[in-house]
Every structure is written in C-alpha cells, then in structure tokens.
C-alpha cells in the first residue's frame, strides 16, 4: 500500500469528497484506511444501570482507492511512484514534482 501513517490525504470519492486530513491508522488487510476527522459514524450505547446511553462518534474506514496522497513539497494531491535509491532502499516520490514524499533515516556507521 503506498499510504503509510501520518500522511496528508484528500478524499476523492464518497460523502467526505474534498475533505483533507492525516492518516490516523492503516488497515492492511482490508485496504482501508482511518482518517482524522473524516467519515464521522455515529455508534448509540444502550443505557445499563450505572451508566446512562450515550452516543459515541468515532471515524471510520476508508478504502484507499477513494482518497490521494497530499505531496508535502508542491502541496498537490498525486499519486505516488518509486525510486531505488543507491543504499537498494525505495523512496516513494511525488509523480508531479519529483520530490521524496517521506525523509529517509540517515545511514547509521
């Protein structure tokens, strides 16, 4: 999957179309992802004797098709392409710019 934590998002389809946000959480085996303050659900708890009912808004998922990654340096949505640096690593990259989208550790000698 080539949207990892932490990156800035724009939904493009769906009922959150053009709403931004970062990515609070991957969900590799459904090919979903949550983001911050994006696809609110609404969950009604039942009232028990101790406590009263409640409702708990929380975000959903959302299937990775359905949003593009904001590129950090040209501040466009792109998608997002490879390149094999010299130490063998990939670095994603931004298709419009042709910037690294995430920083690479430095080497430890």
Partial sequence: MKIKLNDQVAIIAG???????KVMKVLRKHRAIIVEKVNIKVKHVKK????SGEKIEFEGKIDVSNVMIICPNCGKRTRVGYKILESKKKQ???KKCKEAVDKVAPKKA
């Fill in 92 to 94: 994603r990259i931004c």
């Fill in 15 to 21: 009922k959150d179309k053009g709403k931004k946000g």
């Fill in 48 to 51: 028990t004797q101790e406590k």
